[in-house]
């Protein structure tokens, strides 16, 4: 019996027009594996094909962390962290998936990596104040291949930005919210409230007049952002060379074994 199986990667509830997803895999501090892309991703799509729902609220599933990234462990054992159907949607079946609909991520808990990666691609951001945010990829040899290196250059002044991919250190949600990088930071706990909250000043309004809204500001024409498309083209390359190398061997196996690094540059 397969994950998915036992237990749903995400979970979708309606609260009234607005869908909840919720990363479903606390035990692994919701890092993400096949499930939870198979479940964000197909509930991301019920959102854009409903018009009845007029705004999308992520969020991760306990109070220790939003999102820890991939999941080391299923990619050991071969497991495809993308939808199978839908490769095209990216990493948690989100980041690569345009909607028309806001999205808000309600971040509760650590979101480094892929869970930095997932807040980036969203339109807005509340977090609590324990939060924190990061791209620490470069520690193990890698780069933030989930629309993280691009985005987060977009999204904060490119010397912040620079700096957090360089060093790979992590910022509080305080920091976050002084740089931009977040809209709202709220009492840990009272994470998703908020992001419900923020979502009702949305869905007041003409839901044909946001979405509209929402594809001329992206430059999104029938779900392509056509300006991201070659970052995709230059990150899955870069990666792809990435992971051939020794050193992208050497800093998760450091990783396990709890020690420093011994990086090659080959």
């Known amino acids: 019996?397969?994950?998915?199986?036992?237990?749903p990667g995400a979970l979708a509830e309606r609260r009234g027009n607005i869908l909840v997803i919720t990363i479903n895999r606390p035990?692994?501090?919701n890092a993400v594996n096949a499930s939870v892309s198979i479940g964000v991703g197909d509930a991301l799509q019920?959102?854009?094909?409903?018009?009845?729902?007029?705004?999308?609220?992520?969020?991760?599933?306990?109070?220790?962390?939003?999102?820890?990234?991939?999941?080391?462990?299923?990619?050991?054992r071969g497991e495809n962290l993308f939808h199978p159907d839908h490769p095209e949607w990216g990493f948690a079946g989100y980041v690569g998936h345009f909607i028309d609909?806001?999205?808000?991520?309600?971040?509760?808990?650590?979101?480094?990596?892929?869970?930095?990666?997932?807040?980036?691609?969203?339109?807005?951001?509340?977090?609590?104040?324990?939060?924190?945010?990061?791209?620490?990829?470069v520690k193990r040899g890698l780069i933030a291949g989930a629309g993280g290196v691009f985005r987060i250059v977009e999204q904060l002044p490119r010397k912040v930005a620079l700096e957090l991919i360089y060093t790979g250190e992590p910022i509080t949600s305080a920091d976050a919210l002084r740089w931009g990088l977040i809209n709202e930071v709220v009492a840990d706990g009272t994470e998703l409230d908020?992001?419900?909250?923020?979502?009702?000043?949305?869905t007041c309004n003409a839901p044909l007049a946001v979405q509209a809204s929402k594809r001329v500001s992206y430059g999104a024409v029938d779900g392509v952002v056509a300006a991201d498309e070659p970052?995709?083209?230059?990150?899955?390359?870069?990666?792809?060379?990435?992971?051939?190398?020794?050193?992208?061997?050497?800093?998760?196996?450091?990783?396990?074994?709890?020690?420093?690094?011994?990086?090659?540059a080959k």
Do not use: H, Y
Not at 1 to 7: L, P
Not at 237 to 263: H, I, M, N, Y
């Open 1 to 7: 019996m397969t994950d998915a199986a036992v237990s």
């Open 27 to 29: 035990e692994a501090r």
């Open 46 to 76: 019920t959102a854009q094909d409903d018009p009845e729902i007029r705004a999308v609220v992520l969020t991760g599933a306990g109070d220790k962390s939003f999102c820890a990234g991939a999941d080391l462990k299923a990619i050991s």
């Open 101 to 137: 609909k806001p999205t808000i991520a309600a971040v509760n808990g650590t979101a480094l990596g892929g869970g930095t990666e997932l807040a980036l691609a969203s339109d807005l951001v509340v977090a609590g104040e324990g939060a924190k945010f990061g791209l620490p990829e």
């Open 194 to 202: 908020a992001a419900l909250a923020l979502a009702e000043r949305i």
């Open 231 to 264: 970052f995709w083209k230059q990150t899955f390359g870069e990666f792809s060379t990435l992971l051939k190398t020794e050193d992208a061997q050497e800093g998760p196996l450091a990783f396990a074994q709890k020690r420093e690094p011994v990086w090659k």
